[in-house]
């Protein structure tokens, strides 16, 4: 339980606006190296328009008035131009590495981290 509140606060010094949603999204895109905004529709559930908002908070995009947090990027696929791919950033990557040093970890086949 401690590791999981320790967690939330991370996550909320980088944006003390975050939702669940928004931080469910942002460690799902970590666990395998990189994932499709398709996928994340499928694994987590949550409706297109939830993912597309908090994929642009998450992005260097922003939301409303708010600057992004420039968490991940948003890239074209190049096997299918009509997919994107969503990345940690190198900022991404430091908040992540936060959060993993708290809690128990293994890693896939491709080496990221799995919460």
Do not use: W
């Not at 260097?60 to 420039?70: C, F, S, V, Y």
Request: with cysteine; charged share 30%; glycine share 6%.
């Amino acid at each position: 339980m401690r590791e999981i509140v320790e967690s939330l606060r991370i996550f909320k010094d980088v944006n003390p606006d975050a939702t669940v949603a928004c931080m469910l999204l942002f460690c799902y895109v970590q666990r395998d190296g990189y994932t499709h905004v398709t996928d994340l529709v499928r694994i987590t559930k949550l409706g297109k328009g939830t993912i597309s908002r908090q994929l642009a908070v998450l992005s260097d995009i922003g939301r409303g008035k708010k600057e992004g947090l420039d968490l991940i990027r948003l890239l074209e696929d190049p096997a299918d131009r009509r997919y994107k791919i969503v990345k940690l950033t190198p900022k991404g990557q430091e908040v992540f590495d936060k959060l993993a040093s708290i809690c128990p970890t293994k890693r896939n086949d491709n080496n990221a981290v799995r919460l």
